[in-house]
Every structure is written in structure tokens, then in C-alpha cells.
């Protein structure tokens, strides 16, 4: 999609649609109160005979408003005015852009700059819109030997905003949500496709393609004999049990200083897990393609930072394999050694995620890390804590903690804490080994973050647990994209 921002009056706009938002109980906008001006009082007649309340989900599309240049005028049901918030903008964008694309309208000018969200200003109003715009429109179609085509898509977008003096803070604003939405849709894309076509493999060739293209990205791969010098004994005691090789993927993107510590990001990368011989259930397994969510969001992440030239070092690590029942797979009760030298009981071959992890997370040491972040779809447990709204935050360092939270809360890509208390420690306590790889039903999430806990010491940490918002289940399954927008969030908050 296009995307554009200027200024003017919506009645003056030459274009296939102007879009204009209508409150609850039947109140004008401030754009559709100047349309209202220019047709003489055409739209506050068809609002007064009830043809549209202004309720959420609600559009009108009317032709030839009379005192206007543009062939349509959209109207948009905002709700009530008061109770508008970051989501419900989200929901008055996803609804006039599904009603364009599915009307036959190529090129819009939206108004929806005009309504008021509590604290924010025109620049996060552009950004959000470009997110949900490119959100609602995302299509996974590539394995569809027919595409359901559009006969006249929607293809431009021209962003109304209020003022000639925040043009170019906006016009930045365009830039950087064009290359969020880039990320995701990398993100989305990878963890859509099939376990038998996105293996380690090609997870890493997709990374190699990426950084090709940038000259500021590098992608370096470690094969499993690189792993096996490294002594990543529980990463590959994981892909022992899959024909698939492991792969360690390495992005490195220089955008800051050459003295300047990097911001690493670490990546689960289970392209499939079965859970090995602790076999999951049948129902849903297919789901379990998108174990590798964390390192597509993080491929995503170094894509979207080399477009925009962001101005800080940034490095991404995504542990790839596969988990398999096989008889070379993990056993329970089965002990390997980590690369730190750690010895870990393996009591549950399905607690696979923190064994690619723990080897990843040592190896991050060698690049001086500013701070670390994990990300992994890691616990069934998190879902249960936190539904589908929130990724779990869980960090070694407080201030990291609340820099993902307002990253977060600010692009509405939110995080909760949960606590990484001592007290939770002991219930990894092995009598055989220095650790076991699961800590019981109980504050399933914390655990598992206790458990990377013993391989971050050396740095500032923070986990997120993504089981719940990597992808969507049901009728709507697919990719969601998530974290990338609260991870970029992030960086950016870092630059300023
Ligand atoms: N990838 C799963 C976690 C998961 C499960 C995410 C369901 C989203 C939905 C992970 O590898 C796993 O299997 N975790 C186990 C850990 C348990 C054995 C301690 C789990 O959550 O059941
Ligand atoms: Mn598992
Ligand atoms: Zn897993």
C-alpha cells in the first residue's frame, strides 16, 4: 500500500473516497461537520432519518455528496467519544479500510486524524493507521492455487493531519510504520508457512536473502559440527531427534558506533515442535508451526532496523531445529551439558524451547551485549496466565523491564510482568544434574524463566513469553506479527 500524509479540506479533495468518522449518538466529526457545511447539511440529514448510529464496526459509504470534489464519502461509526481508546482507533481504522477494499475504492483520503485519543498526537495516529491498514489486508495465499482477487483494490492511501507544521514528524512516521509492518509481515509470512517447507533451513537462507539486501546486515549461520565445538550440548541434543540439521542463525546489523554495545535479540526457532517423546496431544498440534514465532520476530526486527537506518547495533541470534520423537530424540531422564557447562536434567523432552535457548543465550555473551531479550513461544502456561493480549515480560533488570512495558503500552503491542522471584528457583532442583528442565505444573512461565535465568547472569535480560500472542487460533488462525512492533518500539524509544 501507498501511504501519504498531507493537509486540506475534506471537501476539496479530488479523490475516489474521503473518509470521515461519526460518534455515538449520531454526532459529527469535525471533518464530517465541514463536509456537512459544503453539502448543506446533506450528511446531518441521512444521519438524523437513522441510516447510522456512529457505533464501532458501523460504515456508510454515499455517493456524490453534493458541495464536494471527491467521488465518495466514507462515513466510519467512532462510538462514543468519550470512551475512545488506542484499540477502538484500531477497530474505526480495520473497518473503513475493509469497507474501501471490499467497495471498489482505489485511493482514499482519511480523516480519522481528526478524532481525539488521550494523549496522543497526530504522528502516533499515522503510525497506528498504517499498522492496522496493512494488518487487515495481510493475505497468506502463497500454498492457494486461487487467490481471491480484488477486482479494484484499495492501493493509496492519503492521511489527512490537522496541521501543516506536524507534516514532517508525520511524514517520519509513515516511514518507520511502513517498515514495522514490513517486519511483521516477514514475521507473519515465516510463521505461516508449513513445517515442511519452513525448516532451519530455510529459515536461514531467508535470514542470508535479508541481509543481502542491506549492506548494513550481515547473516552468518553456524551448522551443527560449529555447535558441536561450541559445545552446545542441549541446543543439539533438541535436533538429534530431527532429520532437519540445526541451524544457529547470527544477523548483525550495524547502524551505531563501532565501539557501540549491541542490543541483542534472541530468538526461539522451533520450526516444529511434537514435543519429542513426550509427545503433545494430537488435537491442534498443527499449531506448532509457529514455535519458531520469536526467531521470525527477530529476522523481522533486523529487516525493519536496516530499512530505516537506525542508528544503534543491533544482533540478532535465532537457535533453529526441529522437535521429533525418534530414536535418537531426547529420552526423559535423559542429562546433557549446556555450553556453560551446566548439566540439565531433561524430564520433559516437550521443555525444548529453554534447551535451543540456554545455548543461544551463552553464545550472546561473546558479542558485549548492551542488554539482552529473549523471545520465545515457551509455555502453554503463559496463555493461562495472560490470554491472547499480553506477551509475558520477565527480566534480571527492572528499568529494561519498563522500557518494554511503555514500548508496548505506546504502540499497543502490550506486555505484563510477571515475577522472577528466588523463591520460584528451587523448583527446577535436579537430583541427578545441576538443573532439571521443567519445575512442575505451577507457575509454568516463571519457571521457565527461572531457567534461562542461570544462563543470563553475565547481562541485563528480559524474556518474553509470546505463547499467547505470536499467532491466532480458529476461524481467524495465522500470524499475528508480534512482538516486532514493541520490539522496534523499543529501539526507537533507545535512539531518542
Ligand atoms: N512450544 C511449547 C509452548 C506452547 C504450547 C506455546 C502451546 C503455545 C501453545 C513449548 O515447547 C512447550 O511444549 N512447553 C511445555 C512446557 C512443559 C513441558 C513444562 C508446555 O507449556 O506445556
Ligand atoms: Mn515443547
Ligand atoms: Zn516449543
New binding site residues.
Partial sequence: MEFSVKSGNPEKQRTACVVVGIFEPRRLSQSAEQIDKASDSYLSNIIRRGDIEGKLGQSLLLHNVPGTLCDRVLLVGCGRERELSPQKYNRIITTATKALNEGGTMEAVFYLTDINIKGQESEWKVSQLILAVEDVLYRFDVMKSEKDEFRRPLRKIIISIPSRRELAECEDAVKSALAIANGMTIAKDLGNLPGNVCTPTYMAEQASDIAQQHETLTTTILEESDMLELGMGALLSVSRGSREPAKLIVMEYKGGQDDEKPVVLVGKG?TF?A?GI?I?PSAAMD??K??MCGGASVIGVMQACAELNIPLNVTGVVPSSE?LPDGEANKPGDIVTSMSGLTIEIL?T????RLILCDALTYSERFDPAVVIDIA???????VALGHHAQAILSNHSPLTHELLNAGKHINDKGWELPLWDEYQSQLDSNFADMA???GRDG?SIT?ACFLSRYTKKFKWAHLDI??TAWKSGKEKGSTGRPVPMLMQFLLNRVN
Avoid at 350 to 353: F, I, S, T, V, Y
Avoid at 377 to 383: D, E, N, R
Fill in positions: 522451533l515442535d514435543g513426550s503433545k499449531e506448532m509457529y514455535d522437535n520433559n516437550d521443555a525444548e524451547g513461544t515457551l509455555t502453554g502456561a503463559c496463555v528442565n521443567i519445575g509454568g521457565a505463547a499467547g
